[in-house]
């Protein structure tokens, strides 16, 4: 992982626009408070950097949950469509390595993975399209099951025609509208 320290400036920045897109996003988090929210952030320096990485890379993201169990914050990447600093990518490394010709930038499980996050689930990318209307342009690769994946397919998620939609492809494919969607736990 690389070096996962913000300057004072980076982490004042980071804080600041987490804290104007919570107060502007209230539907998404009711019943919680920034104050505690950013007490953790602070206390876990590696995971804001991960949020800085996910606000660096298109992803808008904010608060969508609380952990009751853990006392973990839940963030999604909140963004309307799929961050643009993530698009044109295959599903996974493996994928990546199998195209000899025409290789995307790079893949969305390994950029995840290098940020610290998690590619949501499509039980997740169901919770978050609740909060909102998010991929109506876009679409964003999603956590796929392994049998699925052993076979060369990968799933990904969009919204349509006021519905969301889950869909296969091989896990090689990219797509300059195909991009992913994380989440982190704080």
């Known amino acids: 992982m690389p070096n996962v320290t913000l300057s004072k400036k980076q982490r004042e920045e980071i804080l600041k626009a987490l804290k104007a897109r919570f107060e502007k996003n209230m539907n998404r988090h ?17 995971k804001l950097w991960s949020l800085n990485e996910m606000e660096r890379t298109g992803g808008e993201p904010d608060v969508v949950g ?9 963030f999604y990447d ?10 044109s990518l295959c599903y996974d490394r493996e994928a ?19 940020m610290g996050i998690e590619l949501l689930t499509e039980e997740q990318y169901r919770e978050l399209q609740k909060l909102g209307n998010f991929d109506a342009k876009t679409s964003s690769w999603v956590k796929t099951p392994s049998n699925i ?5 990968a799933l990904f998620c969009d919204r349509r025609y006021d519905h969301v939609f889950t869909y296969h492809n091989g896990a090689d494919s990219y797509y300059a509208a195909r991009g992913f969607r994380g989440s982190l736990r704080v």
Do not use: V
């Not at 009711?30 to 590696?46: C, H, R, T």
């Not at 909140?78 to 698009?87: A, D, W």
């Not at 994946?149 to 397919?153: A, M, P, T, V, W």
């Open 149 to 153: 994946r052993k076979l060369g397919g």
């Open 96 to 114: 990546f390595d199998s195209r000899k010709e025409n290789k995307p930038k790079d893949n969305a499980l390994g950029m995840a993975t290098a």
């Open 78 to 87: 909140c963004s309307e469509e799929s961050p643009k600093g993530r698009r």
């Open 30 to 46: 009711q019943g919680l408070e920034w104050a505690k929210i950013q007490a953790k952030l602070e206390a876990d320096p590696e």
């Open 66 to 74: 609380h952990d009751k169990k853990t006392g973990e914050y839940i």
